[in-house]
């Protein structure tokens, strides 16, 4: 079960759904807004995310997602006929695929609930994707499901076939199509996430350059994002991550010498926490992680976080909550409450192209 939300219920309006990127609106990437939650001292102040290297100090080390943003809605067609929308998530052991069905809506794609395992459906360019079972198969092969363990039959290989034949994700809140490029962060390396890992999306070359001259530390990771629950509001499930030794060999020397690791993104505080022990020193690792970082499980590694605004039902705001306690906030729900209260009545954005949060101590 999903932990409860740490803040109060709210209508999200229409006008803070941020529909089109920043650059649509004639800013830069990095010019979206800031909410500074400084969680020692209880404090919020507004900025801009290009004023990023202010709130920050030499020694502090960011660590980045290096996962490009695939392709991954695809037209798919079954055998009566029907067109739907597949969603192309997270490729398993064994080379199977999680991958969501949905229907063509006036917008955008809408939830499909009448799948059903066995069925074969077409893709564009000769390829084919067959449901095998729901995903995570918790009862009965027929339950409905909203995601599906499937087989990816293709003319070539997923990421140029996705490049060929799929677009971006997106949803009713983004009112008309944008190129891939809108979607990809500047630290994207390696394709092979489903939805952009968003947190990075307002760094720029010339902000990058600005925080290293001043003596803060950037290390990658990677973790591939599956599909959100958008409607259904699931917890996170099993996701491809990379952790390399020199990534973790700076995340220990900054951890000893009692500087600050900031995420940057719910993706990296999952990845890197997925590898740290319980003493605070992360290894090395490789593979599929499904942790939920819940008030039952401390943070071990992470202290700082950079990430955009979510809904009052999303499992993020739990990790969220840790983050601020493990930054040094004694009130972290209180504070959390309030930085949201603050966000919706000063207009910040929500979503992918949306503004920004950054929660450290100091």
Request: hydrophobic share 40%.
């Amino acid at each position: 079960m999903a932990p409860a939300s740490v803040v109060e219920p709210f209508g999200l309006p229409k006008h803070l759904e941020a529909s089109e990127p920043p650059e649509a609106r004639g800013l830069r990437r990095d010019d979206v807004r800031l909410l500074v939650s400084r969680v020692d001292s209880d404090s919020i102040a507004h900025s801009r995310f290009s004023e990023l290297p202010r709130w920050l100090a030499p020694g502090d080390l960011l660590v980045v997602n290096t996962s490009g943003t695939l392709n991954a809605a695809l037209e798919a067609t079954t055998a009566e006929g029907e067109t739907l929308a597949v969603h192309i998530s997270t490729r398993l052991p064994g080379n199977f695929w999680v991958v969501e069905v949905r229907r063509p809506g006036a917008v955008a794609s809408l939830p499909y609930r009448h799948a059903r395992p066995g069925t074969t459906m077409a893709l564009r360019g000769g390829g084919r994707v067959t449901l095998l079972a729901p995903y995570p198969l918790v009862s009965e092969m027929h339950a409905q499901s909203r995601l599906w363990m499937a087989v990816l039959e293709l003319p070539e290989l997923p990421v140029p076939y996705l490049e060929r034949f799929g677009t971006p994700i997106r949803y009713n809140y983004v009112t008309r199509p944008w190129p891939s490029s809108m979607y990809q962060t500047i630290f994207a390396t390696e394709p092979g996430s489903a939805e952009m890992p968003s947190a990075a999306r307002p760094f720029t070359p010339e902000l990058i350059t600005r925080l290293v001259s001043r003596g803060i530390q950037i290390v990658p990771l990677l973790l591939h994002t599956g599909v959100a629950s958008l409607e259904d509001h699931e917890p996170p499930y099993e996701e491809y991550f990379r952790v390399t030794s020199e990534t973790v060999d700076r995340v220990n020397a900054v951890r000893r010498a009692g500087n600050r690791v900031i995420a940057v993104g719910t993706t990296v505080v999952r990845a890197l926490e997925t590898v740290t022990d319980r003493r605070g020193i992360s290894h090395p690792g490789e593979g599929w992680t499904d942790l939920l970082i819940t008030p039952e499980r401390e943070l071990r590694s992470v202290n700082g976080l950079i990430t955009g605004f979510h809904e009052p039902h999303a499992t993020h705001l739990a990790m969220i909550e840790q983050v601020i306690a493990a930054a040094g906030g004694d009130r972290p729900s209180l504070h959390l409450e309030r930085a949201y209260d603050e966000a919706l009545r000063e207009g910040y954005l929500w979503h992918e192209f949306g503004d920004s949060h950054l929660i450290v101590s100091g």
